[in-house]
């Protein structure tokens, strides 16, 4: 599963950006965006997927299969 970025919570502060091992993870505007195509869920690097991790506001969500 990828994940995406609830762009109405999503406060900008780009901590998901630098912890993304994929650099599926950029700046869109105002907000920041995943590419599904990148986004792997850190599996091969870590055992949880950093963007939800780091994330302050709970933007950084699964997508549903």
Do not use: W
Not at 43 to 56: A, D, M, N, T, Y
């Amino acid at each position: 599963m990828a994940h995406y970025i609830e762009t109405e919570t999503c406060t900008a502060c780009g901590a998901c950006e630098s912890e993304c091992p994929n650099k599926a993870i950029s700046h869109k505007g105002r907000v920041y965006t995943i590419n599904p195509k990148k986004c792997t869920d850190c599996v091969g690097f870590f055992e949880e997927s950093q963007c939800e991790e780091v994330c302050p506001s709970g933007s950084c969500l699964v997508l549903a299969a």
